[in-house]
């Protein structure tokens, strides 16, 4: 117990992209001191389903089976990529905890940070250029 209360919390986020799993793999070898003292998370966040396109295709709404099933794949595939990310660690010798959340990314990614009261935020170039505004205004 006084253990984990001394543990610093690491979290990777993670997407499609390869920069994410590359900077998993560079976080991994490279704050190998860091991560081994830590408890690391790797996180996910599945977007908000746009169903527009499904009403067109199928002239007006869509029926609630289509939308469920597109749900469910989305789902699918965070796990995926989750369990990529965590293999990626259990190689390296790391044990990673996953969370996914569904919504927009970068609130879902800040409210997970404040949440879980994480010290350090590790973001591959995807996550950083998209969300770079968000964190650290807008620099020019």
Request: glycine share 4%.
């Amino acid at each position: 117990m006084e253990e984990n209360k001394m543990k610093k919390k690491v979290m990777v986020a993670i997407d499609d992209s390869e920069c994410s799993h590359c900077a998993l793999q560079w976080a991994l070898e490279n704050l190998v001191h860091t991560i081994s003292a830590s408890k690391l998370f790797i996180f996910n966040v599945q977007p908000v389903a746009d169903f527009a396109y499904l009403s067109a295709c199928t002239y007006g709404a869509a029926p609630l089976d289509l939308i469920t099933i597109v749900q469910q794949n989305q789902k699918k595939f965070s796990l995926a990529l989750l369990e990529k990310a965590k293999d990626i660690c259990s190689k390296q010798g790391v044990d990673a905890e996953t969370m996914t959340e569904v919504g927009n990314p970068k609130e879902k990614l800040c409210e997970a940070v404040e949440k879980l009261n994480i010290e350090l935020l590790i973001l591959g170039k995807s996550w950083s250029r998209s969300y770079s505004e968000g964190f650290a205004g807008q620099c020019q």
